[in-house]
């Protein structure tokens, strides 16, 4: 049987500026982000390519308006990766719903203050696309945003991400 050791501790100082002893992990409250000590990088070294994979909330997505579907956690994220599901009617289409599932790659663009998007591996189960999705920036913070492509239809959006900071 392997040993195992376990330690607990509290400190006063943010997670992104600590400096971690070699092989300690640790985040903080609040955060998904954890952290891997090496003995010399402020704030250690980001496990799974930053905040690891977060949850967004369920957001319905009225026709005709952006709405947000992710934020970021802080202003220091300049970078998104979100897998998107959004689930909705076409317009005139009552019997089932559809679901429309797409990658999103987001960027802060500190040169112009607005946020950039790549939408790639987009799949749908409708004759056309149920939802469009950008970025965009609000008080610093890099946002996605979705919005339904029927006119009458919302659409119900589920996402999980990856963050990568500063």
Same mark, same amino acid.
């Given at each position: 049987?392997?040993?195992?050791?376990?330690? $607990?501790?509290?400190?006063?100082?943010? #997670? *992104?500026?600590?400096?971690?002893?070699? +092989?300690? =992990?640790?985040?903080?409250?609040?955060?998904? *982000?954890?952290?891997?000590?090496?003995?010399?990088?402020?704030?250690?070294? #980001? $496990?799974?390519?930053?905040? +690891? %994979?977060? #949850? +967004?909330?369920?957001?319905?997505?009225?026709? +005709? =308006?952006?709405?947000?579907?992710?934020?970021?956690?802080?202003?220091?994220?300049?970078?998104?990766?979100?897998?998107?599901? *959004?689930? %909705?009617?076409?317009?005139? @289409? @009552?019997?089932?719903?559809?679901?429309?599932?797409?990658? @999103?790659? *987001?960027?802060?663009?500190?040169?112009?203050?607005?946020?950039? #998007?790549?939408?790639? %591996?987009?799949?749908?189960?409708?004759?056309?696309?149920?939802?469009?999705?950008?970025?965009?920036?609000?008080?610093? @913070?890099?946002?996605?945003?979705?919005?339904?492509?029927?006119? =009458?239809?919302? =659409?119900?959006?589920?996402?999980?991400?990856?963050?990568?900071?500063?």
């Amino acid at each position: 049987m392997s040993s195992r050791k376990f330690i $607990l501790k509290e400190f006063n100082q943010s #997670a *992104a500026t600590y400096v971690g002893r070699s +092989g300690e =992990v640790w985040f903080q409250e609040g955060t998904t *982000a954890i952290r891997f000590g090496d003995d010399v990088t402020p704030g250690g070294i #980001a $496990l799974s390519g930053g905040s +690891g %994979g977060t #949850a +967004g909330p369920t957001t319905v997505c009225p026709p +005709g =308006v952006n709405t947000v579907v992710y934020s970021a956690s802080s202003t220091t994220v300049r970078t998104i990766r979100l897998t998107a599901q *959004a689930v %909705g009617y076409e317009t005139g @289409v @009552v019997d089932f719903p559809d679901t429309h599932s797409a990658e @999103v790659i *987001a960027v802060k663009n500190l040169r112009t203050g607005l946020g950039e #998007a790549s939408v790639y %591996g987009v799949t749908y189960t409708s004759v056309a696309s149920l939802v469009t999705f950008d970025a965009q920036i609000a008080g610093g @913070v890099l946002k996605i945003v979705a919005q339904p492509t029927s006119l =009458v239809n919302s =659409v119900t959006v589920d996402s999980i991400a990856i963050e990568i900071q500063e």
